[in-house]
């Protein structure tokens, strides 16, 4: 009996592994940043807009200019856990002007936040980053597929810029 339920428990776990997901790199972004503007404690937490100024995309299959403009409005919990949501906008190689409306959280313990918040360079394996950027693109251009694909990534915070890896979810 032992066996025949350790079979079972062996095969469910096959196939749901087969089932996951896979993860293709799509491009990293390399967002230039001005220092946070703090509103302060609100009912959702501390408030912050930090406004994007520029930056890059490079991948496989996309290069591009990130634009001045954008920001991340963020809000900070009382557990400590950033709330993200970035807007903002590139021009890819072609012309075609592509949006970013990226939503994830920046969980962190109090020490490593604080070193985050006074500038310092943090590895990244010392916090947990990761959102889901949706982007769109005009039906016209060759990145008209990317309307209709989820993608997921990792976040790195550096002292005036964030590493974002954009993966697709295949």
Known sequence: MKKIIILLIFSMTSVFAQDAPKLEFFCELQVKLSPALTVGETAHGTRRIIPIIGGTVDGPRIKGEIFNGGADWQVVRKDGVAELEAHYQFKADDGSIIYVKNIGVRVASPEVAARIAKGEKVDA??????????????????????????????????????????????
């Open 125 to 170: 394996s010392q916090y947990y980053f990761r959102a889901i950027p949706k982007l769109e693109a005009p039906l016209t251009s060759k990145y008209a597929w990317i309307n209709d694909t989820i993608f997921v990534c990792t976040g790195e915070r550096m002292p005036d810029a964030v590493k974002i890896r954009i993966y697709k979810l295949l």
